[in-house]
């Protein structure tokens, strides 16, 4: 009887784990064109101003001690990415006012958008997520949680930046 307890805690501990890892670590599938986007001043962004262009997107939140971590180095790599036509673009689904506060606080040179729905209604549940897309919209790179930019982890992320 306890080979048979042990054996269903065992399987129900992995069925939860999975769903837990799927959920939390593994970034969604998000369609970047379609999503609704409005600027900090309130007029709409378009997203589909970011096709044709290699584009580092990112899920934050001003709370997020992950994404706070990130951007010091976000902002010491802006003028590289700038260089290299790399845009880079903060998506957030906290009101605008917060986020107009936080920019000013940060000196934040990029762009901080709202998006229009919940992250949990496109699926993000981890932050930060990030997607680095290049410029034919293929999703070169992906992660949930923190990732440690440098130049150079730049350029291996996008083919035939060196």
Not at 58 to 70: G, K, L, Y
Not at 79 to 89: C, N
Not at 102 to 130: A, H, M, N
Request: charged share 25%.
């Amino acid at each position: 009887m306890n080979k048979k307890l042990l054996v269903a805690g065992l399987i129900l501990f992995l069925c939860f784990g999975g769903i837990y890892y799927a959920r939390y670590r593994i970034p969604p599938t998000v369609s970047f064109s379609n999503l609704l986007l409005k600027r900090l001043d309130g007029s709409d962004f378009s997203s589909k101003s970011l096709t044709n262009q290699r584009t580092i997107i990112q899920f934050f939140a001003t709370w997020c001690p992950d994404c706070r971590r990130e951007l010091p180095k976000l902002i010491e790599h802006f003028e590289f990415l700038k260089t290299k036509k790399i845009h880079l673009l903060l998506i957030s689904d906290e009101p605008e006012s917060v986020l107009k506060s936080f920019k000013e606080r940060y000196l934040i040179p990029y762009d901080i958008v709202v998006l229009s729905k919940s992250f949990k209604e496109i699926g993000i549940y981890t932050l930060p997520t990030t997607y680095f897309i290049q410029s034919d919209g293929t999703v070169a790179f992906q992660k949930t949680g923190h990732v440690e930019f440098s130049q150079r982890f730049v350029n291996e992320q996008f083919d035939g930046f060196e």
